[in-house]
């Protein structure tokens, strides 16, 4: 089974503060990506990666950056925070079949 | 619009009714992915099904490539089959896993 680690799995950020989330993964799958879910949206891909020191940008990547910096890890950044930015992140690996991190709760206040 | 538009949004059964679960898409995909998710819980694949038909005990999935559509029967539904069922879709041409928002299943006793 596919194993995808998320860290942290909640975390409170001020609105314009720096926030990193973190991804690794241990089956050594070339695809990660990076969603958000809301309610009433699903999920929403925002940024992913096929290589390391690579990303590309998904559906909604405004206000996310991303950092491949090695095949098992993803991260996703936001530089300045802002309440819209509330939601679950959940980290994927996989091509055509993908297994996800339990997810990261993140609220900006 | 929406690329992946599943039916119904919510659906309520009685333990041991029957339930299917549908899945069409707006765009030629590659494959195609059932989830499971509980609420505030991680996605658990259920069947990575790129075409054909898939049974795991009382689940079976039958998708249909050509016609973009994929369905989820659950059998004799029970209590714990409660949550929200995700399907996705890999875009053909692209590297992008697109979801749709979901089917949100309560079995009642």
């Known amino acids: 089974e596919a194993a995808v680690t998320q860290s942290p799995r909640s975390k409170v950020a001020v609105t314009g503060g720096k926030v990193t989330l973190s991804c690794h993964q241990t089956?050594?799958?070339?695809?990660m990506y990076w969603y958000r879910q809301d309610t009433g949206h699903g999920l929403r891909l925002i940024h992913y990666?096929?290589?390391?020191?690579?990303?590309e940008k998904g559906d909604i990547p405004d206000g996310y950056k991303a950092s491949r910096p090695s095949q098992e890890n993803f991260s996703l950044i936001l530089e300045l925070a802002s309440l819209s930015q509330t939601a679950v992140y959940f980290c994927a690996s996989g091509y055509t079949e993908v297994f996800f991190g339990k997810g990261t709760r993140l609220t900006v206040v | 619009g929406q690329q992946v538009q599943q039916s119904p949004t919510s659906l309520v059964l009685q333990e041991g009714e029957n339930a299917e679960l549908q899945c069409n898409f707006s765009t030629s995909l590659n494959s195609m992915q059932w989830f499971y998710q509980r609420p505030g819980g991680s996605l658990i694949s259920v069947f990575y099904?790129?075409?054909g038909t898939k049974q795991s005990g009382r689940l079976t999935s039958t998708t249909v490539i050509k016609e973009r559509r994929s369905s989820l029967h659950i059998s004799s539904s029970q209590i714990t089959d409660s949550g929200t069922y995700l399907c996705a879709m890999e875009r053909s041409n692209t590297n992008k896993v697109v979801f749709g928002t979901g089917t949100r299943l309560q079995v009642l006793p």
């Open positions: 990666s096929y290589v390391a020191d690579s990303t």
């Open positions: 099904n790129p075409s």
């Open positions: 089956n050594n799958h070339d695809y």
